[in-house]
């Protein structure tokens, strides 16, 4: 077995085990069932050279196995009855790995 293929073996147990039930609606096209992570913590943001300032920040992660792409800004994920929107600055909102992606969101935007 390769490394990818036994990575991708743990990672399905870790959603299955910590992930829950959404949505993912792209700008185009038909949602998109999956399951997700959702973590919530503090990020520090770059505020006049030295100081950071500390911000709230919301992930949502996702297996590529599910949806093999990178997300954009304005796209969303559903769980339950909260909508969370992709928001970044960047122009790729979220982290990209060769298993996973980690996709910065706003709840309720």
């Known amino acids: 077995m390769s490394f ?3 990575a991708n073996k743990a990672l399905q147990r870790i959603y299955a085990r910590m992930g829950v039930d959404a ?3 792209p700008k185009s096209g038909e949602d998109i069932p999956l ?3 959702k973590e919530e913590g503090v990020a520090h943001e770059p505020f006049s050279g030295i100081v950071q300032a500390a911000v709230s920040q919301i992930e949502i992660q996702y297996m ?3 949806l093999d792409r990178r997300v954009v800004n304005g ?3 559903t769980i339950g009855e909260t909508v969370y929107t992709v928001h970044s600055m960047s122009p790729y909102p979220d982290s990209w790995t060769e298993f996973e992606g980690i996709a910065s969101v706003i709840e309720g935007a």
């Open 75 to 77: 796209e969303t994920f």
């Open 4 to 6: 990818g293929s036994a």
């Open 35 to 37: 399951r997700v992570i």
């Open 64 to 66: 590529r196995a599910d």
């Open 23 to 25: 949505v993912f609606s």
